[in-house]
């Protein structure tokens, strides 16, 4: 599982550089200023959950049920929350229909905030 967990830290560590290097050349002539700013808050929390899930892998004081829970939680919720705000930033340049996407972000959210919940209950509950 810890090699699991850092792959994916990776991946998304990776994947956050690129995009906004991408975002901050590329897009930077086809973006509003408002949507730019939009497209780079989820890169940024891509790459702060890319470093939370690299702790995750390595601390120890977890155990393997509470990092399995922790990591699903914080994927789903990178992909829910960075993946829809990519979406909606950049569909008037790709064309997408992405209005249903708005309420999605916040759920992402929610799913990040319960990964962190869950990390301080588990530290909190260990003896």
């Given amino acids: 599982m810890d090699k699991k967990i ?17 975002g901050a050349h590329a897009l930077k002539k086809v973006l509003s200023v ?3 700013q939009s497209f780079e808050v989820g890169v940024r929390y891509q790459m702060y959950h890319a470093l939370f899930l690299l ?10 049920k509470e990092r399995l829970v922790i990591f699903w939680l914080t994927i789903i919720g990178v992909l829910f929350f960075s993946g829809s ?7 008037g340049v790709t064309n997408l229909k992405t209005k249903f996407l708005g309420p999605i972000t916040p759920i992402g959210g ?5 990964a962190w919940s869950y990390l301080f209950y588990s530290v909190l509950s260990k003896k």
């Fill in 110 to 114: 929610m799913f990040l905030i319960s």
């Fill in 85 to 91: 705000i990519y979406l909606l930033s950049t569909n």
């Fill in 55 to 64: 702790f995750i892998a390595v601390f120890t004081f977890l155990s393997e």
């Fill in 6 to 22: 850092l792959l994916v830290a990776a991946f998304l560590g990776l994947s956050a550089i690129i995009l906004g290097a991408f």
């Fill in 34 to 36: 408002e949507q730019l």
